[in-house]
């Protein structure tokens, strides 16, 4: 085995892990809206919190060193993929770091001070349209590692377009708003 496969590997063991453990959370997420069943929700939108900058962002820059590492030894920074990958890294980090850590907290301190409040369903509600985006970029970034493609693959670059925008259209088009039940 060479040294390309072994950081190869841990490039994609670490994407798995990544972007995995971040779908899941997302799904749970999604069904419980569509349930209405608020608590799982809630907990879904706790659980991203918490492992935000305990095992998402350390995974997901491992990610990125393995890659650099391929990039820098073997692959170079050239190939259109490796633009597009670098791109997509860049904007999901960013929504990471940007939105869903520092609404994770501020949803788990307004949780803390005063329950669950429409205030607090309707700021988890924005952070699950931003996920919608994220995870139609991360799908994108999956398929450009897998399907490399260059300038002449007009079809494939044309689909990337069409997901990102399709997540653009879920997460910010309008939607289902979820709101307590009077009970």
């Known amino acids: 085995m060479d040294w390309y496969s072994i950081v190869k590997f841990l490039h994609v063991v670490s994407a798995i892990l990544w972007v995995g ?3 899941v959370l997302f799904l749970l997420g999604v069904l419980a809206e569509r349930a209405g069943n608020i608590e799982d929700k809630l907990q879904a939108m706790r659980a991203s919190g918490q492992l935000g900058s305990k095992f998402f962002a350390p995974m997901s820059m491992l990610t990125l060193v393995f890659g650099l590492i ?6 170079g920074f ?5 633009v597009i990958g670098l791109v997509g890294y860049a904007t999901t980090f960013s929504i990471g770091m940007l939105i869903f850590k520092p609404t994770g ?3 788990g301190a307004m949780i803390a001070k005063d329950g669950v409040t429409p205030s607090v369903l309707a700021i988890g509600q924005r952070m ?6 994220d995870y139609a970029v991360m799908l994108v970034i999956i398929a450009d590692m897998v399907l490399k493609p260059s300038l002449h693959d ?9 997901v990102v925008a399709l997540g653009a ?4 088009g309008g939607g289902r708003q979820m709101v307590p039940s009077a009970a």
């Open 21 to 23: 453990g971040g779908f």
């Open 70 to 75: 391929m990039c820098g030894f073997w692959v």
């Open 128 to 133: 699950m349209k931003w996920a919608r985006l």
């Open 105 to 107: 907290e501020r949803i």
């Open 154 to 162: 007009i079809g494939i670059l044309a689909g990337m377009a069409m």
């Open 78 to 82: 050239t190939e259109l993929w490796i």
């Open 169 to 172: 259209a879920l997460a910010f």
